[in-house]
């Protein structure tokens, strides 16, 4: 069902007729809002756009305010989509603040603005919350004209009225975008998803030396590949650092879930750092099986991207008796010192498909090779790709949360897009392009093994916002795996 714009005054209809954008010139003032309102009944996507006024400080002329929440006849109503259409305005070019838009039943100036941003509001209009029960999917911009220290009956109102009418004309292409995505539709959620034994460990070990030991932490890369989880540690105290010739002497330090070279530990000790290991179980294992077989002199195929930290750190048990197999091609052409001594092992992060794949070519090569005892991807890697696979089949599009630098995030995407459907990855609701959603009935998502379950949580309540309110659980496995501690947070 096709979306409509919503302006109160003509002026404001005219900045925003666009290829594309259906305008409906509603009238000004309360009293019409309500009448033009009860005329959109069939449940069609609703987004009212105008001019309005600024309560608080720190919103300019120009700016625009899109609205998270609208008062209603029984109380505030919120608008679960702003996070997306904020994102599609801030990638024109504007700017965007995200907050309550109160209605007025006149225009507000002086001391008023003052009442209305006690009660958390960032704007007013005397327009919008007449809309707040419209059946459909509904949102809400307004281009700010006057503020608190520019108020109405002022000089420069004609001229601010300019700019945020040209604000509004800009932003018409991003009001189309959300028009066009808004509907009915499903999400379906694939199950597990999000954080794993793994990266659960890690984080907690981080906090609890926090806890224990107090600010700073020192923690070597990222302690799991995922922005908006370094960000939070950081902000409860942690330092992130490259190497640990950065770290001060003596300082307690953590290495990251991904695992480290053996030199890595011997500069630790160099250094006498107070020492507390992330690495993460499974990964500790393949470390262990190179070990074991590079004892023995065999030449060990490490399956995986070169470019990886798990990769890196792996290699460093033995530099000059690891070659890394990035895909089938190069394993169809590597050479080993003898065919007869030959042992593989697998990144931990690695699509299933892709690696058995690469694995048969090796053994077909090498019939004498030696294998892992058990299969070195991990069960939460393994069960992420199972579950986006079985909601790939059935949607128009999949959403996989997690940040650009996490390999097992990124093997998601391809598992999808090879299972038939469009995938994007995406490091927060931010990054989600509405244009991808266009036409998108179904929608499934999935996060990533080191992405946090509330984003995933916030993506679904935007989608709810234009239209996909059913939602929909897919689940493939249970998982129940938590590993112990180390003894230093214990």
């Known amino acids: 069902m096709t979306g ?18 259906r305008v409906l010139h509603t009238g000004m003032g309360p009293r019409r809002a309500a009448e033009s309102a009860e005329r959109l009944t069939g449940g069609a996507p609703v987004l009212v756009a105008g001019i309005g006024g600024a309560v608080t400080d720190g919103v300019r002329p120009g700016d625009l305010v899109v609205a998270t929440e609208l008062d209603g006849p029984e109380g505030p109503v919120r608008l679960r989509s702003a996070p997306l259409l904020a994102a599609s305005l801030r990638r024109l070019g504007l700017t965007v603040h995200t907050g309550p838009v109160a209605s007025s039943e006149s225009l507000v100036d002086g001391v008023d603005r003052g ?67 808004a509907g009915a539709g499903e999400i379906l959620l ?22 224990r030991y107090g600010a700073p932490v020192y923690v070597r890369r990222q302690i799991v590949h995922n ?37 890595v530990r011997q500069d630790a000790v160099a250094k006498d750092l107070k020492v507390i290991d992330a690495t993460c179980p499974l990964v500790t294992k393949v470390h262990n099986e190179v070990r074991r077989y590079s004892s023995r002199g065999d030449t060990v195929l490490l399956i995986g991207h070169a470019d990886h930290e798990e990769v890196e750190g792996t290699i460093g048990e033995a530099p000059e008796q690891v070659v890394v197999v990035e895909d089938a091609s190069a394993a169809a052409q590597v050479r080993v010192r003898d065919p007869e001594k030959v042992a593989y092992a697998m990144q931990t992060t690695l699509a299933v498909d892709e690696a058995e794949e690469i694995a048969s070519v090796l ?34 599009l999949v959403l996989v949360v997690g940040s650009a630098n996490s390999s097992n995030s990124k093997r998601l995407v391809e598992v999808a897009r090879r299972h038939g459907a469009p995938a994007h990855l995406v490091d927060d609701v931010s990054e989600v392009d509405m244009r991808w959603l266009a036409g998108a009935g179904r929608i499934g998502i999935t996060a990533g093994a080191s992405a946090p379950p509330h984003l995933v949580e916030e993506l679904t309540q935007c989608l709810a916002g234009l239209g996909r309110t059913s939602v929909r659980d897919s689940q493939v496995a249970d998982e129940d795996v938590r590993f112990t501690l180390p003894r230093e947070v214990g």
Not at 5 to 16: F, G
Not at 190 to 208: H, L, N, Q
């Open 4 to 21: 409509v714009v919503c302006a109160p005054m003509y002026l404001e209809a005219a900045a925003l007729r666009a290829p594309g954008v």
């Open 115 to 181: 009442r209305f941003a006690a009660r958390g509001a960032l704007a007013v209009d005397m327009e919008s919350a007449q809309f707040a029960t419209v059946p459909g999917p509904l949102a809400v911009v307004r281009a700010v004209v006057d503020t608190p220290d520019r108020p109405l009956w002022r000089p420069g109102t004609v001229l601010r009225g300019i700019a945020g009418l040209r604000s509004l004309r800009a932003a018409a292409p991003a009001l189309r975008e959300w028009c066009e995505a």
């Open 190 to 211: 694939a199950s597990p998803r999000s954080f794993c034994a793994g990266v659960d460990r890690a984080i907690e070990i981080v906090e609890r030396a926090l806890e």
């Open 227 to 263: 922005a908006h989880v370094v960000r939070r540690l950081e902000g409860m105290g942690a330092i992130f650092v490259q190497e640990v010739d950065e770290v001060p002497p003596g300082a307690t330090t953590v290495l990251a879930a991904h695992g480290v070279a053996p030199a």
């Open 363 to 396: 053994r077909e090569r090498f019939p004498a090779m030696a294998v892992p005892r058990r299969d070195d991807i991990c069960y939460a890697t393994t069960n992420r790709q199972r579950a986006v696979r079985a909601v790939a089949e059935h949607a128009d």
